[in-house]
């Protein structure tokens, strides 16, 4: 299916939820007086439909970012909030449903006052339905409570990376790790820069980013690059691409001058900035006359997402150094390809799930529906002798907030087991 014709019988579906939410609605406050009830019907559906027209105008116009963001953080708010609604209204509907039978079956000669006639208002009607309202209040105020307070609210995660080849010369050494900075969503200098030295004060030894520079075009990062090339190691920092950053969201998968112009310009960015942009390759760290191999792979994702990575080339030459630390955006292609064929991967970095930006997250417990689509989607995983740590992210994309799952600054402890 087209995505015009997706996008209509989405549209169709969506504007039948809103109209059993407003009937439902307006069967609990019957009291309104007439004004009253037509200028809710205005309200009520002139927001439906202009957003609505605005879902279609941000995916078939060229609107600007921004207001793309705005649109698409309204519309998600509002089928949110009508989707936790949306069980209380059934319950009712459904318990109506049974006392409707049952009454048919009774065949009651007349109703009493402690039976109410068919059809009549029930109590516990107004009841679920107020508290159906009020849950769904819920996800309006975390998520935009996650707006205020959630997008900029850096942590840093502390690991211990156990690596038992490590050469005794990085024994302790210190790495960081950021990932998808999605320049292009960004609305606050200032606190982009807090992160940035929140990183830069952890002293790590030497850095990675594992992708994801950009939403779409290298020029989103033109207000935030003197940011970001204050970004430093004394062992450097290491760079490789995610899927964004090649353009093919904006100027589709197929090659064209405009498009290559921009990859070229992404790349230039990582360069401009002193980062060591690692396509399909790797370079020898060495420490004290010891060395570890730092290999970095174009984007390689499962599904949809575009697979330009080349591991037969990244680990080339590499066979006598006994550590080796991959950058590879996607978590996918660990289990995909680096478990199968590349069992001399000692380390894979990633990041691209953002955690989904929403859910649970503390020592012992994290949770987030993004883990129904990725089985590697936040922290360190470890099969056999081969590791992962998935970074769920620096910026956002799409909603600009973050509930549960902050953005993250990974430093990390290389120890030998």
Not at 93 to 113: G, S, Y
Not at 134 to 153: F, R
Not at 175 to 192: E, P
Not at 390 to 406: A, D, E, K, M, S
Request: some cysteine.
């Amino acid at each position: 299916m087209g995505r015009l014709p997706s996008l209509l019988l989405i549209t169709v579906l969506m504007l039948a939820l809103d109209y059993y939410c407003y009937k439902a609605i307006l069967s609990v406050f019957k009291k309104w007086k007439p004004a009253t009830r037509k200028r809710f019907a205005l309200i009520w559906w002139s927001y439906t439909l202009l957003l609505t027209l605005g879902v279609f105008c941000g995916i078939f116009m060229n609107l600007f970012l921004s207001i793309r963001a705005i649109i698409l953080v309204a519309y998600f708010l509002t089928v949110a909030c009508k989707i936790v609604l949306i069980p209380f209204l059934v319950v009712d509907d459904l318990r109506r449903l049974v006392v409707l039978l049952v009454r048919k079956i009774k065949k009651p000669i007349e109703p009493t006052p402690a039976t109410p006639a068919v059809g009549e208002p029930i109590s516990r009607s107004s009841f679920l339905v107020k508290a159906g309202l009020v849950v769904a209040a819920v996800p309006l105020t975390s998520l935009s409570w996650g707006i205020v307070s959630g997008a900029y609210d850096y942590k840093i995660k502390r690991v211990k990376l156990l690596l038992p080849n490590l050469p005794k010369a990085f024994d302790g050494i210190k790495m960081g790790q950021i990932s998808d900075i999605h320049s292009g969503s960004f609305y606050n200098h200032k606190a982009v820069k807090g992160g940035v030295e929140m990183l830069l004060g952890e002293k790590p030894d030497f850095i990675f980013f594992t992708g994801d520079l950009v939403n779409d075009m290298a020029t989103e990062m033109r207000d935030y690059q003197d940011i970001f090339s204050k970004v430093h190691a004394p062992l450097g920092v290491y760079s490789s691409l995610g899927n964004h950053d090649y353009g093919d969201y904006h100027f589709g998968r197929g090659p064209s001058a405009a498009k290559a112009k921009n990859l070229k310009d992404v790349i230039e960015t990582h360069k401009v900035m002193g980062w060591d942009l690692l396509m399909n390759e790797h370079r020898r760290l060495k420490v004290d006359g010891e060395e570890i191999g730092i290999l970095g792979i174009e984007n390689w994702g499962m599904g949809r997402f575009p697979k330009y990575g080349r591991m037969d080339l990244a680990v080339k030459d590499t066979d006598d150094l006994p550590v080796k630390l991959l950058l590879s955006h996607d978590p996918s292609h660990w289990r995909a390809e680096v478990l199968e064929k590349y069992p001399q991967i000692d380390a894979m970095f990633s990041g691209h799930t953002h955690g989904m930006q929403f859910g649970v997250r503390t020592k012992e417990f994290q949770w987030s529906p993004i883990q129904y689509i990725y089985k590697e989607w936040a922290g360190l995983y470890q099969e056999k002798n081969q590791q992962l740590y998935v970074n769920v992210g620096y910026g956002f994309l799409g909603y600009p907030g973050r509930v549960g799952i902050l953005p993250e600054i990974t430093i990390f402890e290389l120890k030998r087991a």
